[in-house]
């Protein structure tokens, strides 16, 4: 083997889905992680992986993406949070996720953020393996989530120099929360906590199309039908100052890039 090439360290390495040992890398677009034997090059795990076979020590970290799509079909049919937690305690995937949706919900909100973006780009980030795991299967709900029928609308205040053009892509770096109803993001986007005096309010309206998993039922307020999505997005068209509620608000009118969701 080449001289230049790295032997990975049980220090270098992260834990996996399934607890295993490993690395994050960027494949196609997608976060993958790719297990990694003692003393396996990681050159050699990927051409392992790539080729679809097993890492030396034989770990099987694929996950049953089929799983996940069922689960969010489930919660997405209009599931009460009783039925949601009754479901939880019958299937080890959504059981492993439903803390961080909890935690999501709640003044941790940023932090499951971050840890989700950290995931998706395969950064490292201190964090307990517990809740990262937990981060990880919400992740995958999210991303196997049917896609959405109706519009989604996320409110947001932005420093005064953000602009977006038709045709610009942004990816929302891990999950991120939507709601289906435009009042209760044109609110946020107004009078949200956190907001700056050179702050300026922005609508994200996402067409029909986008994976999207409906948590309202586990929000304080499912009202506010809180869903969350994720991933890649392309502005379709633009109308700044557009008075929403007495206040000009710019509206980027986005439709999902992922190919996953057509």
Not at 178 to 201: L, Q
Not at 205 to 212: D, E, L, S, T
Request: hydrophobic share 30%; charged share 30%.
């Amino acid at each position: 083997k080449s001289s230049n090439m790295k032997w990975f360290s049980e220090d270098d390495l992260t834990d996996g889905p399934g607890g295993e040992r490993g690395i994050w890398r960027t494949i196609n677009g997608r976060a993958t992680f790719i297990p990694v034997g003692k003393g396996e090059n990681i050159a050699d795990a990927l051409t392992k992986r790539l080729s679809g076979k097993k890492s030396s020590d034989k770990l099987e970290t694929k996950v049953g993406s089929g799983d996940y799509a069922d689960i969010s079909k489930k919660i997405n049919s209009g599931l009460s949070r009783k039925e949601i937690i009754k479901l939880a305690d019958k299937n080890s995937k959504l059981n492993e996720a439903f803390p961080a949706m909890e935690k999501f919900l709640s003044n941790d909100h940023q932090k499951i953020r971050e840890i989700s973006k950290s995931i998706e780009i395969g950064k490292a980030i201190k964090s307990d393996l517990k809740v990262k795991k937990s981060v990880m299967s919400f992740n995958e709900l999210v991303k196997n989530a049917p896609p959405s029928k109706k519009d989604l609308w996320r409110g947001l205040h932005v420093g005064k120099d953000f602009s977006l053009e038709e045709g610009d892509t942004f990816d929302t770096g891990g999950i991120a929360s939507f709601s289906y109803n435009e009042n209760v993001a044109s609110t946020f986007a107004i009078h949200g906590g956190g907001m700056r005096s050179k702050d300026k309010p922005v609508l994200i309206k996402v067409k029909p199309g986008a994976r999207a998993l409906n948590i309202s039922e586990l929000a304080q307020f499912p009202e506010e039908k809180e869903t969350v999505s994720m991933g890649k997005f392309k502005v379709v068209s633009v109308k700044k100052g557009q008075k929403v509620r007495g206040t000009k608000i710019d509206i980027y009118e986005v439709e999902s890039s992922e190919e996953s969701n057509g």
